[in-house]
């Protein structure tokens, strides 16, 4: 796919969810990459202080991505206070973890709203805008749960399906405009996403942490492949699987005990995060 090219000293970089965990490590390497890194969070103050932490210029901003007006208004403050967004780093996510029929319906919808609307509106706002420009690129973290199924966490693979499949079908109507989208699709990663979860020792030892996650996705920025994968690897294990009959895949998840997400979860180890989604879900109902 044709693209053009993106010059990283002064570009302008927006990370969603930038505040902390993958996008915080993604603003750190934008920034070293010599960008004006913007850091939106729905956490002002975190925004903030994780902007002065990346420090080289990096601003922090309150942003609801749920929200197209406010997503407008934000996209028009940037542009009018910076400079035109070349980068957008769609990373604001949120992993409710447990059994489906305990899960509330404010919570299932934030999910979605959070993790593949979010990616529409971001879409709709700056797309026209970079299309104009004849040039930008959006990196939209999904996961690898975009391609599998996994019991304990059905909301969160739905949304992941959806942001995967949105980012591929809009990549291929931007040919030939200079725009272009790169889905970064990472395993487990060392953020509060997996806190409380019960994973022995070994499986501990294949958590990656945030900076793998941050190094894949900025590398599309030069390339501008479809997908990548976090570790390298993760993608054609994905497209595996599919081949794999369903007997086969359900015992060897019972060999490996790996419905853990179903529970136990430890819920005080999870409190701090379990919070922010529902704080995110009241928003949503």
Do not use: C
């Not at 942003?63 to 206070?81: A, C, K």
């Not at 990472?186 to 409380?196: E, F, H, K, N, Y």
């Amino acid at each position: 796919m044709k693209f053009t090219e993106i010059q990283m000293d002064g570009a302008v970089a927006l990370v969603t969810g930038g505040a902390r965990g993958i996008g915080l490590a993604i603003a750190h390497r934008l920034a070293g990459m010599g960008a004006r890194v913007v850091i939106a969070d729905l956490d002002e103050a975190a925004a903030t202080d994780a902007a002065r932490e990346v420090g080289s210029g990096a601003r922090g901003f309150v942003l609801d991505v749920t929200e197209f007006d406010e997503y407008l208004r934000v996209v028009d403050e940037i542009e009018d206070s910076i400079g035109p967004i070349d980068i957008v780093v769609n990373n604001a996510g949120i992993m409710p973890v447990g059994p489906l029929l305990e899960e509330s319906r404010g919570v299932a919808e934030a999910t979605m709203r959070v993790n593949f609307w979010s990616h529409y509106i971001s879409f709709q706002v700056l797309a026209p805008r970079m299309i104009g420009r004849g040039r930008g690129h959006f990196i939209n973290v999904t996961s690898a749960a975009g391609a599998i199924h996994s019991p304990g966490l059905a909301s969160y693979v739905a949304s992941k399906h959806a942001a995967t499949g949105f980012a591929r079908s809009a990549r291929e109507e931007l040919a030939g405009t200079g725009v272009t989208i790169s889905t970064v699709m990472p395993s487990a990663v060392r953020t509060q996403l997996v806190d409380g979860i019960p994973f022995t020792w070994w499986e501990k030892l294949g958590i990656i942490p945030p900076g793998w996650v941050a190094r894949d996705a900025v590398r599309t920025v030069r390339n501008r492949p479809a997908v990548v994968g976090s570790p390298r690897g993760t993608v054609l294990a994905l497209r595996l699987q599919h081949l794999v009959p369903e007997w086969l895949w359900l015992l060897g998840r019972r060999v490996v005990n790996a419905d853990r997400t179903v529970g136990p979860v430890d819920r005080r180890a999870r409190s701090e995060y379990d919070g922010r989604i529902n704080r995110q879900a009241g928003a949503a109902l």
